[in-house]
Nanobody, 125 residues
Framework: QVQLVESGGGSVQAGGSLRLSCAASGFIFSSYCMGWFRQAPGKEREGVAGIHSDGRTSFSDSVKGRFTNSEDSAKNILYLKMNNLKPEDSAMYYC???????????????????WGQGTQVTVSS
């Protein structure tokens, strides 16, 4: 049974940093594609970062240069480090997983099978 549990959200001031965690279980971590998504009230869920099982990553233009990802494969934990946070980064953040197929890095919500419950990030100006 695939499970994804996010943590690490909170409230910070603009310019601050947070590190989100996604603890994964029930699947072979190294063979799955992983994604980070966010959804603000009244807006569609959008892709923030995609991570292929081969280690390649893709970030949305809105966070490129500010967000980075890392993982602890031994513990099956995915991290999203968010620096220089802006008020427009405020949203519920979700991690997602799916088996990797081919070369592409999925970054659309409909491409993912499994989702965590989300963790809230609030950035004040």
């Amino acid at each position: 049974q695939v499970q994804l549990v996010e943590s690490g959200g909170g409230s910070v001031q603009a310019g601050g940093s947070l590190r989100l965690s996604c603890a994964a279980s029930g699947f072979i971590f190294s063979s799955y594609c992983m994604g980070w998504f966010r959804q603000a009230p009244g807006k569609e869920r959008e892709g923030v970062a995609g991570i292929h099982s081969d280690g390649r990553t893709s970030f949305s233009d809105s966070v490129k240069g500010r967000f980075t990802n890392s993982e602890d494969s031994a513990k099956n934990i995915l991290y999203l480090k968010m620096n220089n946070l802006k008020p427009e980064d405020s949203a519920m953040y979700y991690c997602a997983a799916r088996p990797c197929f081919g070369w592409s890095i999925p970054l659309l919500p409909g491409q993912y099978n499994y989702w965590g419950q989300g963790t809230q990030v609030t950035v004040s100006s």
